[in-house]
């Protein structure tokens, strides 16, 4: 039953039980994010007012052109985790390496990593869209206490013990799972507090939204081009729209609410895909199945694929159960 008057502070307390691991620690783990998100989403909000807009003129290491504040929020995230003193190592798209938290603190103990995109969407920045900050939360694999190590942060999808997003957008949300169903929280801007407002999120079965960047259709897998034909065909008794923000978060949100399919399949420039395994397809994979729906990579669910590289990329195609096999059946 949905209490909307529920803080994020107290569902987490409430449902701190049904997260198998030590409880306090997510808890302080997802609070660190909400009090980041909510730091961010000040800069956002106001980043028409101020300097912060535009290109800083660095690149980050995909060679992306880094706005302000997508930098500004990557120091975000980093410096309220590290201040928490809650993980034992980050890892975001932003930072070339991961970053250790034990060689600044020898004494950690802490048993957590967390992967980050601080800042998805950032092209989108400068026309008012709606961007969003990608998170997704393992246990660390290696010793505790000792230096952490990249395998850490090279694991399953399915290994997951939390994933999440905020999106910047009519309303700043935070959508998280513990693997126990999918839950929203929207921020009271007023008083600075995020309220329970959707409950156990799922995905509709079936839907009439796709989402992707047909500007690449020449460069599309055939399956991919048979799958737009069929939702473009007249025969459909309800005629599919096409729906595309260009920010992974938003599309993906919008389509777990009405029900959709996201594709960002390979291109000429991106031969593995666009989008990156571990900080964005990963999280956002575990909450699509979550909310009852399919992530997969057309030919494997994402959350099963062995990552390599930090910052590694693939064809990433999320969202309807009924959509997602429709698409495979061209395969
Ligand atoms: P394109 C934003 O830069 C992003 O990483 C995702 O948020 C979004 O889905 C995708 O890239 C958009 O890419 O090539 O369509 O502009």
């Not at 997510?26 to 909510?38: C, E, F, G, T, V």
């Not at 909000?45 to 300097?51: E, P, Q, R, S, Y």
């Amino acid at each position: 039953m949905l209490n909307k008057n529920l803080t994020l502070g107290e569902f987490i307390i409430k449902n701190q039980s049904s997260f198998k691991y030590s409880s306090g620690e997510l808890s302080s783990l997802i609070n660190s994010i909400r009090l980041a998100a909510k730091i961010v989403n000040h800069e956002v909000n106001k980043a028409g007012l101020v300097d912060i807009i535009g290109e800083t003129g660095d690149e980050n290491i995909q060679s992306e052109k880094q706005q302000k504040l997508d930098v500004y929020a990557n120091n975000k995230f980093i410096k309220t985790l590290v201040n928490r003193n809650i993980v034992c190592g980050i890892a975001s798209e932003e930072e070339e390496n991961f970053i250790s938290i034990n060689s600044i603190d020898k004494k950690n103990q802490n048993k957590y990593i967390v992967l980050i995109d601080p800042l998805d969407g950032s092209s989108n920045i400068d026309v008012n869209v709606s961007v969003g900050t990608i998170f997704s939360i393992y246990r660390r694999k290696s010793k505790i206490g000792s230096e952490v190590e990249l395998n850490d942060f090279l694991q399953f999808g399915r290994d997951q013990v939390a994933a999440g997003y905020i999106i910047y957008g009519t309303s700043t949300m935070l959508v998280y799972t513990t693997g126990n169903g999918v839950n929203g929280f929207t921020l009271n801007p007023a008083i600075g507090t995020f309220y329970h407002s959707h409950s156990n999120l799922s995905i509709p079965k079936d839907g009439k939204i796709y989402s992707i960047n047909e500007g690449n259709y020449l460069q599309f897998p055939e399956f991919v081009k048979k799958y737009i034909k069929f939702c473009q065909e007249e025969k459909n008794e309800r005629p599919y729209t096409s729906r595309y923000i260009g920010s992974l978060v938003s599309d993906f949100h919008r389509n777990m609410i009405k029900g959709g399919i996201f594709l960002y399949p390979q291109t000429l420039k991106n031969p593995n895909g666009k989008l990156r395994l571990l900080y964005e397809c990963n999280p956002i994979a575990f909450i699509c199945e979550q909310a009852g729906g399919i992530a997969t990579n057309g030919y494997k669910n994402i959350l099963d694929i062995e990552p390599e590289l930090l910052h590694q990329r693939t064809p990433f195609y999320c969202g309807s159960e009924k959509m997602v096999k429709d698409l495979q059946k061209f395969i």
